[in-house]
């Protein structure tokens, strides 16, 4: 038999509110006394890093990568960034799942099996990411099906920030 189910229930929405109201309140003071104005400002200080790495930066041990994720796409769409916003995201995702660089299409020699799934996964993971944001959903798919299919790159490539030529313009194909 199995044991009863007692652990506490998720939050209600405006529980949930609460506490990303909280942590945006502990990220914006943290962000004010190391001299930033916004999570986009300190995002842009490293470009190809994880979010991972950024949150353990900030030195705030409860705050994590899912929560930097949130102040910079909320930032976005308060500003009317939200391709910047959704670039950014893309450049950290590739760098970190694809450190080599974009694979080479799948019928090349030396593509190996997993680039497909490869591209698919970073497409997902984007997705779920930025199609989360009020009105970005099928903008995010479009764009994430552009990657999904594995030739939206050039084999090897590997964006250095969001005004990566080759990726601004994929976003200007897919995005608006």
Known sequence: MCAPFDHPSPPS??????????FAERITARLEALDYRSVSEFLAMRP????????????LDEVTSFHLERQLLAE???DGRGDVAARDLLVRLLH???PGGWPAASGDV????????????????WVLAVGAAPGWRDRAARVA???????AFPAGWLPRGVDDPVLVEHFARHWG
């Open 76 to 78: 976005a769409l308060r």
């Open 48 to 59: 190809t890093t994880s979010l991972d790495a950024m949150a353990a930066t900030l030195g």
């Open 13 to 22: 929405l405006a529980q949930a509110a609460v506490i990303e109201t909280l």
């Open 145 to 151: 099906l552009g990657i999904e299919r594995g030739t």
């Open 96 to 98: 970190e799942s694809l």
């Open 110 to 125: 030396g593509a190996g099996p997993g680039a497909p799934w490869q591209c698919q996964f970073v497409a997902a993971r």
